[in-house]
């Protein structure tokens, strides 16, 4: 017994150590790699172009799926994921039939193993993937074994065979004239929308990201029960404080239910189940697909919800409700640099002909939204604070600034020859002042 127990000490002390070198040999001080791209009006177009394309072939549930990208297209979604997360810096090239592929990414970590430095080639093949050497800090593994490692992983940590069929998925991959081109073969349990036969909805609901469904339903249903508890619609409340104020008075109820009950704070929690809740409500139906079944409306509830998201406004405009509402719901999905990110996006394509042109004071919306709801969640004090405040009093003044004066309605044109890009100073100097704006209000401060 006690060599046995010998056995599995060496066994654990061994295991450790060699964690530890490969932890250390694969991480470094230094990021490898610079942010290449920045986010203008054309990165903006040509990434909204490369996900239509994708998500129209997906649709299509034609068989095998296309994934076309040029490297102007690469170039724009490496800039908005550097954009959304600051943190990452990705950068693809195509050159003579190979795509280079670089990530670093910057941990929580000490300074001399704060960077994870990842590159490899991606080669033509007309089976599969071929991957080259991949470079992994100091590490170099072959294309094949990383692939078998992420396969492995995948299957035995995150879903049983989930590893297997993404890695089977891929057909072949050209490149050609700066231009990468993969067909996808997606199962029949991954390419489905219907919740009870997705094996992705399946997963979803195991990992809850996002949150606990059912006390985000559980808002959610007293919302929908108290528009229920009006007969005439018309008459219902026009205005996004209200419905913000009322959730949150649940919320705090719930809070002081808990506290009673002698159990731990959780406005946090609370706080983040109603705002999701009424985000779910006012925001894309397609937010529900990220969580989880919430709504089950009846019909007459569905046209209710569609009357309000057309009528209910902040400073007097729906398409800033929405902007706020929208920058809610990905700040509870993410975080505040991918909110601020899918906006800019939005205004960028909004400047090209036949959009309402860039509008910063859509951006001020925004940023609200973002700013609302990390107050609302960040911490058990600031979540209890805003409980508190709003609870007593709500008005479009204590969290959104007036627009008036705020630069709107410019053209791709004009934005390039005033602002040029993200990082401009003009363009800086301008969301510092939205941001200084926000900081005035008594919310904020």
């Given amino acids: 017994m006690k060599l046995t127990f010998k056995i599995l000490g060496l066994f654990f002390l061994t295991s450790i150590v060699l964690i530890s070198i490969i932890g250390l ?8 790699f610079q942010n290449q791209n920045t986010v203008n009006v054309q990165a903006a177009t040509e990434s909204k172009a490369a996900a239509k394309r994708f998500v129209d072939s997906l649709r299509s549930k034609k068989q095998p799926v296309i994934l076309s990208l040029s490297q102007a297209e690469l170039n724009g979604l490496n800039a908005l994921v550097n954009r959304a997360f600051p943190k990452i810096v990705s950068d693809v090239i195509i050159q003579n039939k190979t795509a280079k592929l670089n990530v670093s990414v910057e941990l929580p970590l000490p300074k001399f193993i704060k960077y994870l430095n990842v590159s490899g080639d991606l080669y033509p093949s ?23 490692l992420t396969r492995w992983t995948v299957d035995s940590f995150i879903q049983d065979d989930l ?26 349990d991954m390419n489905q929308l219907d919740q009870g036969k997705s094996g992705l909805f399946a997963l979803r609901d195991n990992l809850a990201l996002f ?6 339903k559980f808002y959610h249903q007293a919302l929908v029960q108290h528009l229920d508890a009006t007969q005439d619609k018309t008459k219902l409340n026009k205005e996004l404080p209200y ?42 139906n397609s937010f529900e697909l990220l969580l989880g079944d919430v709504s089950n409306l009846n019909v ?3 046209k209710t919800r569609t009357l309000l998201r057309r009528k209910v406004t902040l400073r007097n405009r729906v398409d800033l409700q929405k902007h706020f509402m929208y920058s809610v719901a990905l700040q509870l999905f993410g975080n505040s640099k991918a909110s601020d990110a899918i906006g800019e996006l939005k205004e960028f394509l909004d400047s090209n ?55 709107e309605g ?36």
């Fill in 25 to 32: 040999l694969a991480l470094q001080s230094q990021p490898q």
């Fill in 126 to 148: 007309n089976k599969g993937l071929e991957l080259g050497d991949v470079s992994i800090g100091g590490l170099t593994l072959s294309g094949n074994t990383l692939l078998a």
């Fill in 163 to 188: 590893g297997t069929k993404i890695v089977s998925m891929v057909q072949w991959v050209t490149l050609k004239q700066e231009h990468l081109r993969v067909s996808l073969l997606v199962p029949d």
């Fill in 211 to 216: 949150g606990d469904v059912n006390k985000v």
């Fill in 243 to 284: 419905y913000l104020q009322t959730m949150f008075a649940l919320a705090k109820l719930k809070t002081l239910s808990n506290q009673d009950e002698g159990k731990p704070s959780n406005a946090v929690q609370e706080n983040y189940s109603a705002l999701m809740a009424v985000a779910l409500y006012f925001g894309s």
């Fill in 300 to 302: 007459a509830q569905r």
């Fill in 353 to 407: 002909p036949g959009g309402s042109g860039f509008s910063f004071a859509d951006l001020m919306a925004d940023r609200a939204g973002t700013r609302f709801a990390k107050l609302a969640t960040t911490s058990e004090s600031s979540a209890l604070k805003l409980q508190n405040t709003i609870t007593n009093s709500l008005t479009e003044n204590d969290f959104m600034p007036l627009i008036q004066g705020i630069p």
């Fill in 410 to 445: 410019i053209s791709a044109n004009l934005f390039n020859e005033d602002y040029r890009d993200v990082d401009s100073l003009k363009y800086k100097n301008m969301i510092s002042f939205l941001d200084g704006k926000l900081a005035e209000l008594s919310l904020y401060k």
